[in-house]
């Protein structure tokens, strides 16, 4: 599916984010001996048997004709006091925040009357997620089908940027009389039928389809799609006060990595030295749009020999060493007073790119400090007595260059500098 076409998803609630085919499965069978009639035994005799129009489905297990009116009350009664007890389904929290993170819109679409779906939706805190929930008002004169068409009638998208997901030929019905793209979802109430396309579990097909959306990005960009922003998680996560562990390692697990296109990369023409290719690199990166690609974090250790790293701005690389700077009453300064040691690492999105460099720290002459200094702006050294603003080097000994691959094949070439020359190492075979 192509999603560089899609804009919004617009989501089925019963069946398909909450997981409340088994409590109405159970709440049919109290009706259906209610009227002694045979029980449906399991859920697949439930999912193979229900279907719309709903008439039809009470139809299909003996609850025809005159019966329909009363067995449909008491089935709502019976299920308004159990449905609070439907939990979502595994991975659609997840699955919500990573499309929220790609910058999807999303509306959830029921034919449930609104009070009775704010119910529903109360205990799973989905608010932030969806930018509108449409709900019947009048069950005898509206439909889903309505709400949506008038949602997208109002929303600015043509029909065909929007994918239905849902849990039955009538969510399907709708997603074709409206022009939307349609997913079935076949963890819900209805069988999949075998003529729409199928999702199982939505969070290894979120997870797919984004990385394929991201994967086809392409690399010069001046505005990469992959920069999934952080309300991905502001929006959803912290809208939940105390999300568990569990969600959020589904969280987690759910978010794209190593997205994005590399650049070509010929292996058969690789400098001698890291610094050329460092500057090759750091340049592909800045035409390809990436964010601050001169932005690194550095290592350092302390007396004691505890680690720390903290994000800084690359001041220069050239065959002397890459440079960085900082006052000298920072924690980074007393590291280097006790150990003269640093990693330096950069990581270049969506180019699959990154950059570690490590090795003894030197600080620079006195003037070419005062030279850094004096080329910041009039606000950056404000508050920067003389002699406090320091630049150092790294002499590189060791320096990586990684290139990441989406069969997981990454290309690693690393530079290592004994006696004054540099040696080359290539590890990963693929050729970009
Ligand atoms: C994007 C960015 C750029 C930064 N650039 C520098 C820098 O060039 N030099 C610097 O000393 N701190 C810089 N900082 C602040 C450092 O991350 C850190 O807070 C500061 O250096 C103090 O850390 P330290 O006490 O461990 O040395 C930058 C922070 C960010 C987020």
Redesign the pocket.
């Known amino acids: 599916m192509d999603l560089d076409r899609i804009r919004a998803v617009c989501w089925d609630w019963n069946g398909t984010l909450l997981d409340d085919t088994e409590i109405c499965r159970q709440v049919m069978n109290s009706v259906l001996e209610e009227h002694a009639l045979p029980v449906l035994a399991d859920g697949h005799a439930y999912r193979s048997v229900f279907r719309f129009p709903i008439r039809d489905f009470y139809g299909a297990v003996g609850l025809g004709d005159d019966l329909f009116v009363p067995a449909a009350t008491s089935y709502l009664e019976l299920l308004a006091a159990r449905v609070g007890e439907a939990q979502l389904h595994a991975d659609a929290r997840s699955t919500l925040c990573a499309l929220q993170a790609y910058g999807l819109r999303q509306v959830l679409a029921s034919a449930t009357l609104p009070q009775a779906l704010a119910r529903q939706m109360e205990p799973h805190d989905l608010g932030a997620v969806f930018e509108q929930v449409l709900s019947i008002d009048d069950p005898y004169r509206a439909s889903k089908h309505e709400v949506i068409g008038a949602w997208l009638a109002a929303s600015g998208l043509a029909a065909n940027e929007v994918l239905v997901i849902g849990d039955t030929n009538h969510d399907r019905e709708i997603a074709h009389d409206l022009g939307a793209v349609f997913l079935h979802f076949d963890g819900g109430h209805q069988a999949w039928s075998g003529d729409t396309p199928r999702i199982e579990a939505l969070g290894s097909w979120s997870t797919c389809w984004l990385r394929s959306a991201c994967a086809s990005v392409p690399s010069r960009s001046t505005e990469p799609r992959c920069r999934l922003p952080s309300h991905g998680i502001v929006g959803c996560m912290a809208a939940r006060q105390t999300p568990s562990s569990s969600e959020f390692r589904e969280w987690l697990r759910a978010q794209p990595a190593l997205t994005g296109t590399a650049p070509r990369l010929d292996l058969t023409d690789l400098p001698d030295d890291p610094v050329p290719m460092f500057l090759e690199w750091i340049r592909t990166a800045a035409a390809g749009g990436v964010p601050?690609p001169h932005?690194a974090t550095?290592a350092?250790v302390d007396g004691a020999g505890v680690p720390?790293?903290?994000?800084?701005?690359?001041?220069d690389a050239d065959s002397r060493g890459w440079a960085?700077?900082?006052?000298r009453s920072?924690?980074?300064?007393?590291?280097i007073g006790a150990h003269p040691v640093a990693a330096l690492n950069f990581w270049w999105q969506p180019h699959r790119r990154a950059v570690r460099i490590r090795g003894r720290v030197e600080e620079v002459s006195p003037a070419e400090s005062e030279a850094d200094l004096a080329a910041r702006s009039a606000a950056a050294r404000d508050g920067i007595a003389p002699g406090d603003w320091v630049l150092w080097r790294i002499l590189a000994e060791r320096v990586e260059f990684w290139q990441g691959a989406p069969d997981r094949n990454h290309t690693r070439i690393v530079y290592e500098r004994r006696g004054g020359e540099w040696s080359r190492t290539v590890t990963g075979t693929t050729l970009v």
């Open positions: 601050e932005t550095l350092t720390d790293s903290r994000t800084l701005i690359l001041k960085f700077a900082g006052t920072s924690g980074k300064a007393a590291h």
